[in-house]
């Protein structure tokens, strides 16, 4: 983490792991191991790690978190609530292009959920969530893709 700024889940690596003040690290290369085993204090020394850390989420486990919520605020819903209206926020990042994403690649981070165009964007989330704050959705959104019916107008918040 602190070497590339990278997240990576590296506790079923074990051959990597080390005991340092009681205390378990695990790292992700054997040439990580070696440069932490030599020089810990300075790896350690002002170490801090993310607020929050994402986790995948499958789309069972996704399905019943949003029953309770449900439950919660008293009103049913068709669609999960997404971050960002949906787009993949690394594609939003890195390209700057506006891709739906797919609703069985989610990703929960700091409460809310995210969805990703592809498996390479989740990993790349994963990896560096942060990205996410830095995302902003463009002033001018394209077009819908289904028209709207004249009688759904009336009840958008934007119509007069």
Not at 51 to 73: N, T, Y
Not at 85 to 109: A, F, T
Not at 133 to 156: F, G, N, R, T, Y
Request: glycine residues 4%; hydrophobic residues 30%.
């Amino acid at each position: 983490w602190k070497s590339k700024g990278l997240l990576k889940d590296c506790r079923f690596r074990r051959q990597f792991a080390v005991e340092h003040l009681n205390r378990y690290f695990y790292l992700a290369t054997e040439q990580e191991l070696c440069s932490f085993v030599r020089d810990h204090y300075h790896i350690l020394n002002g170490l801090s790690y993310p607020d929050s850390i994402p986790k995948r989420i499958g789309p069972f486990k996704c399905a019943e978190k949003l029953k309770v919520k449900e439950k919660k605020k008293g009103k049913k819903s068709k669609h999960v609530e997404y971050k960002l209206q949906g787009y993949c926020p690394v594609c939003l990042y890195k390209r700057k292009e506006l891709k739906e994403g797919d609703s069985l690649k989610k990703v929960e981070y700091k409460a809310n959920y995210y969805i990703c165009d592809t498996e390479a964007c989740i990993q790349d989330l994963l990896s560096r969530p942060w990205i996410v704050d830095k995302v902003k959705l463009p002033v001018k959104m394209p077009a819908p893709d289904q028209p709207v019916q004249m009688s759904e107008l009336a009840s958008l918040s934007d119509s007069m």
